[in-house]
């Protein structure tokens, strides 16, 4: 079983910055491909970025140029920084984190959630 806990969600002004971490337990974070979701009211969950063991990213169109996302294995970490903040970033955003090698892969895993809210 890998737990994430997601935290760093917050109010923040529109043109401000957050940063959200996720912190895993219970795998080596190596075998974890981590990824960071967002659900929005209204809307289905929707991936922003995801990183893999070895650093390679990937983005979603929305979030490229303003949103970076960085691990830390050393912290079992992963990082979602967010730049130049619109009210549209408004959601829940979840920590997945999905089993790449070993007995469980292909098994994933969710966390609780961390509420962001863009608003002047």
């Known amino acids: 079983q890998v737990q994430l806990m997601e935290s760093g969600g917050d109010l923040v002004r529109p043109g401000g910055s957050l940063r959200l971490s996720c912190v895993a337990s219970?795998?080596?974070?190596?075998?974890?491909?981590i990824g960071w979701y967002r659900h929005i009211p209204g809307k289905q969950r929707e991936l922003v970025a995801q990183i893999s063991s070895s650093g390679t990213t990937d983005y979603d169109d929305s979030a490229k140029g303003r949103i970076t996302i960085s691990r830390d294995n050393a912290k079992n970490t992963v990082y979602l920084e967010m730049k130049r903040m619109k009210p549209e970033d408004t959601a829940i955003y979840y920590c997945?984190?999905?089993?790449?090698?070993?007995?469980?892969?292909?098994?994933?895993?969710w966390g609780e959630g961390t509420l962001v809210t863009v608003s002047s």
């Open positions: 997945k984190a999905t089993v790449i090698q070993g007995s469980r892969a292909g098994m994933y895993y």
């Open positions: 219970g795998s080596s974070f190596t075998d974890l491909l």
